[in-house]
């Protein structure tokens, strides 16, 4: 299967838009005034370019009674954040200046507020749209109030689960994604993707590829046979956890044996399609308040952003944003926040991490076949590696330094010039010396 051309080059700014303008937790009474938001997003665009990202992913942007995983009408923009008119101007702004956006589809559960739900409820198990959610109704003749039991989405009761055996379903969400992708949209997010059988995805792609054959499609995926998922489900790409866990994880534990394990893994998927990589979302503990000791904040950017796979960068994780999630309700908020109302009000205690990602980024774009690199470990201990990062006759050398103390290793002869750094990088004819903290990427000197 051809993937899109374009997710070469691509590189996320991932935002939260209920939270980035600060809206409100729940949904507004019906007849309420819309609250055109979403323009307060177009403020941050010329960012996104200096930044170097080519693409805006967002998050849920559809009617929803709350966080916006809980949608209730997929044809209609949130009102806390604006009106059809003013998405329309969203994408017009970032595609004028180069950025794509791909749009976040709930489509594995809805919530309860949903016209097809609604209408279970009003009219048992009758309903002509009782077949597509997954229920069981109470013993006996139905009677108006009683409610069915229905599978829910991990044991959110308020989330309720479609079923994908019904066809109808299939055709519901094919029109969804068309819908969007006529006004501008450039691919999906699905969300939740690894709870909704594979053999769904299939045909609901088939049918919109039809239409739109330049869209993307990356599946959520926490857990899972990833290359089978995307085999079957006929993806382009899943959320790739396993390289997330493994970043952090090694450098608080000074262990990267368990990062070096991580980048075979991460090798074997890239055999087969191009995994969305990340340090940091929506969903989890931001990455600075993640780490133990923060002056190793750098190497997991560098880490990141030297490997093969589609980049995307959470919203403020390249200010070095504090947020830790907690197991509670609103336990997500601190991971969130509202944004102020434009880049000049950030503070500039985030300038040097925002800095070392428009670094990263420049050598990234210098070096697109970064997007399908395999990587090598050269040299490896607990405090440091080495690892060559190839492909299409081409290599980079990454060199990480854990330690608080400086470290001298053997570099190969080919790249011995240093591209980026932080610390203390000596590049001699025997090798390479690594203060303490210290990090180095290492090209030929070329641009390619």
């Known amino acids: 299967m051809a993937r899109p051309a374009w997710v070469e080059n691509a590189i996320w700014w991932q935002v939260y838009p209920l939270g980035f303008v600060g809206a409100e937790r729940d949904a507004p009474a019906t007849g309420s005034k819309v609250q055109h938001r979403l323009p307060r997003l177009t403020a941050w665009l010329d960012y996104v370019v200096e930044l170097g990202a080519s693409g805006i992913a967002l998050g849920p942007i559809f009617a929803a009674e709350t966080h916006g995983y809980d949608t209730t009408d997929y044809f209609r923009i949130d009102p806390r954040l604006g009106d059809e008119a003013d998405f329309e101007d969203l994408i017009a702004a970032a595609h004028s200046r180069g950025p794509r956006v791909l749009l976040d589809g709930v489509f594995n559960h809805v919530g309860r507020s949903f016209d097809r739900f609604q209408e279970v409820l009003r009219e048992g198990p009758a309903a002509p749209s009782s077949s597509w959610f997954r229920l069981s109704w109470p013993a006996g003749k139905w009677s108006p109030g009683a409610e069915p039991d229905y599978e829910d989405f991990e044991g959110h009761h308020h989330l309720v689960a479609l079923n994908h055996a019904e066809p109808q379903v299939r055709d519901f969400v094919v029109e969804v994604m068309k819908y969007w992708l006529a006004r501008g949209a450039d691919g999906w997010r699905l969300d939740a993707a690894y709870a909704v059988p594979p053999s769904f995805w299939a045909p609901v792609l088939d049918a ?57 893994r991460h090798n074997a998927f890239l055999e087969s399609f191009a995994p969305m990589t990340f340090v940091g979302n929506h969903d989890v503990t931001r990455l600075a308040s993640r780490l133990d000791n923060t002056a190793l904040l750098p190497h997991a950017v560098v880490i990141f952003l030297t490997l093969g796979g589609t980049p995307s960068i959470y919203a403020g994780d390249e200010q070095a944003f504090r947020g830790v999630k907690e197991d509670r309700a609103g336990g997500d908020d601190a991971v969130r926040p509202a944004f102020p109302d434009s880049p000049a009000e950030l503070s500039s205690l985030g300038a040097d991490i925002y800095r070392l990602h428009q670094e990263l980024i420049g050598v990234r774009r210098r070096h697109p076949w970064l997007h399908r690199a395999r990587t090598r470990v050269l040299d490896l201990a607990n405090a440091h590696v080495v690892y060559e990062a190839a492909a299409d006759g081409h290599s980079l050398t990454v060199a990480l330094n854990l330690a608080d103390s400086p470290v001298s290793i053997d570099a190969p002869a080919g790249n011995r010039a240093v591209l980026a750094s932080g610390g203390d990088v000596q590049v001699g004819g025997d090798g390479l010396e690594l203060g303490s903290f210290a990090w180095a990427v290492l090209g030929n000197g070329g641009d390619a």
């Open 208 to 264: 919109v590829r039809a239409d739109y054959p330049d869209a993307y499609f990356v599946g959520e995926f926490i857990h899972g046979d990833y290359a089978a998922a995307v085999a079957e489900g006929e993806l382009d790409s899943v959320t790739q956890y396993e390289l997330w866990k493994a970043v952090w994880s090694s450098l608080n534990d000074v262990n990267l044996y368990e990062l070096s394990a991580a980048l075979d």
